[in-house]
């Protein structure tokens, strides 16, 4: 428990009759920072103590000793509002982020407690969509997020490389692919071939059969069928990886769908010894009508298994072999209704771990004008919006700092890290609208500004060139705009912890924001380079402090804190 609230709740525990765990859930902050640090509403102490909750806070804000590290307790209306001792925060919280650096915001609560995150799991054979891109980093943010609370984390890309599609794409490169050199294939080829598949499909009737028999035999095992495919999946997961890398994502396993087709008639075959299931038109289903949701379809009537099989069939291997905790799906908000409908079922073959699967769903990415704006056309390749990101960043230093070091590497730290943020600065369940001047403006609420503060507070501290100390009178960081600033940072753990609870990076991000603008109001007002010696060294801590929680926030994000931009 915080230091803070732990003295908070042993004051209070003195003078009322409530255990400590309800006095520390009670315990609010105030809107206002002028209201105090933590204020203690007395409703609930009303009916006990047969007296109005304002008679009560007045009593026993009087009651309450003041002593370090409070300052002073004030009943306003039915709150008791405790203010903290500046200089005891200023030094518990300058001190611990000075010890514990990148390590500032890592907690254990997570120790032992594996969290599976299944994200990004594009389809083979098309390009990464938009959607895929969504999940990737959202996914990824959500993984570090994670991972900095002590949980073991295994990331998977469930890829989408099975069902009839590939029956199409065989039947259409067998017919069609020749006209290509063969080693060449791109995702765009794979793609085109689909496109004439479904438009020949029209006019040749029986192409639709031939496919359907072709991923029979896919299926089955069989020899040639495998080939062509393994070379459509490793043609897509060249092009996936090189988005990826440029992201700096990584995942511990690319499993996709068709690593579970050896298991999915075990998986029937139990779901049907539980009596859950039933043909329908031919069409092996469970019922889920008591559920008020459409049937959940495992086999079609070609004997063919479908997304949600291979999705149930996942799980339960899953489980088998990480025994998580929990598992986090990061998938758009469209696929609802599958995860609700496959959740159901798990739960009804008797898995009471069914419950610790969370579906985290998100909102589209709508591009502001209409479509996208890359210079190459109207399709959204997101390697294409990831270099013009990087290309546009590179123009802007160009003009304003021609001499960077690095600078291609900085333009891609924040061309990159400009994407990453917009996208995740959103609260996951709304619309993205992308647009290229406000995502990257330097003064907007976004990476760049972001990266930028950092930046600019380690040029200050390279201008001080002497090693920063927490050796510091801590007095001396009493001003409002000084203590709004040290308050901020010592929200990060608390912050971390609910970016995790909603599952909400954007949380991180508005958290990020708040920072920086508590920093520039700081820096506005005050000056940290001066004759003063100990209010420099006082200052340039705080500096420190700002500069090394900004960082971790970055990097929880999946973004980089170049020094110098
Ligand atoms: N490949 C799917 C799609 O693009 C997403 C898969 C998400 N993960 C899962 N386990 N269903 O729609």
């Keep these: 428990m915080d230091y803070f609230i732990k003295n908070i709740v042993s004051l209070l525990k003195e003078k009322i009759d409530l255990p400590e765990d309800e006095i520390k859930r009670l315990l609010e902050i105030p809107p206002d920072f002028k209201m105090g640090d933590y204020a203690f509403p007395c409703y609930s102490l009303s009916k006990t103590l047969k007296k109005s909750p304002n008679a009560i806070a007045g009593e026993l804000a009087q009651a309450i000793p003041v002593d370090k590290p409070i300052e002073a307790v004030r009943a306003v209306g039915p709150y008791i509002n405790f203010f903290l001792d500046k200089a005891t925060r200023a030094k518990t919280v300058l001190k611990t982020i000075f010890e514990e650096r990148d390590g500032y915001g890592h907690a254990d609560v997570g120790k032992g407690k594996t969290v599976v995150i299944d994200f990004s799991s594009p389809n083979i054979a098309k390009h990464l969509g938009v959607h895929h891109l969504r999940s990737a980093l959202i996914g990824n943010a959500i993984c570090n997020i994670y991972k900095t609370l002590g949980y073991p984390c295994v990331g998977i890309n469930h890829l989408g490389d099975w069902g009839t599609q590939f029956g199409q794409l065989i039947v ?185 699967c969370v579906h985290v769903d998100f909102g589209l990415m709508k591009f502001k004008d209409g479509k ?49 943020f917009a996208d995740l600065s959103t609260k996951r369940n709304k619309d993205v609208v992308f647009d290229w001047d406000e995502v990257l403006n330097f003064e907007g609420e976004t990476g760049p500004y972001v990266q930028y503060t950092h930046a600019r507070l380690c040029s200050i501290l390279r201008k001080y060139w002497k090693p920063v100390t927490a050796d510091i009178r801590f007095e001396l960081l009493k001003e409002d705009e000084t203590t709004i600033l040290i308050k901020n940072l010592g929200q990060f753990p608390q912050i971390i912890l609910k970016a995790a609870e909603f599952y909400e990076p954007s949380l991180i991000c508005n958290y990020l924001i708040d920072v920086c603008g508590s920093l520039n109001r700081f820096y506005n007002a005050h000056r940290v380079l001066s004759d003063d010696e100990e209010l420099t060294k006082a200052r340039i801590l705080l500096v420190d402090a700002t500069r090394q929680v900004i960082k971790n926030g970055l990097n929880i994000l999946g973004m980089q804190a170049p020094e110098q931009m």
């Design 172 to 356: 259409a490169y067998k017919k069609w692919g020749s006209e290509n050199a063969h080693a060449s294939y791109t995702v765009a080829d794979l793609n085109n071939l689909y496109v004439r598949f479904h438009q020949e499909a029209e006019k040749i009737p029986g192409l639709e059969d031939e496919a359907r028999a072709w991923f029979k035999k896919l299926e089955a095992g069989d020899t040639e069928a495998n080939e062509l495919w393994q070379h459509f999946k490793d043609i897509s997961l060249k092009e996936f990886q090189k988005i990826y890398d440029m992201l700096g994502i990584h995942f511990d396993a690319f499993v996709g769908e068709s690593f579970y087709n050896t298991m999915v008639e075990d998986t029937i075959t139990r779901i049907k010894e539980k009596g859950l299931s039933r043909v329908s038109e031919q069409a092996l289903i469970v019922d889920l009508e008591p559920y008020k949701m459409p049937p959940c379809l495992l086999r079609k009537k070609d004997d063919t298994t479908l997304y949600a099989t291979r999705d149930i069939a996942a799980a339960e291997y899953r489980k088998k072999t990480y025994d998580f905790d929990r598992m986090i799906y990061v998938v758009g908000s469209e696929q609802k209704l599958h995860f609700n409908q496959f959740f159901k079922v798990l739960e009804l073959m008797g898995h009471d771990w069914a419950r610790r």
């Design 372 to 420: 996208m704006s890359t210079r190459k056309g109207k399709v959204i390749l997101l390697e294409d919006l990831l270099i013009e990101a990087v290309e546009r960043i590179g123009k802007i230093i160009e003009e304003k700092n021609p001499s960077l070091e690095n600078k291609e590497t900085v333009a891609r730290d924040v061309g990159i890290g400009a994407v990453i």
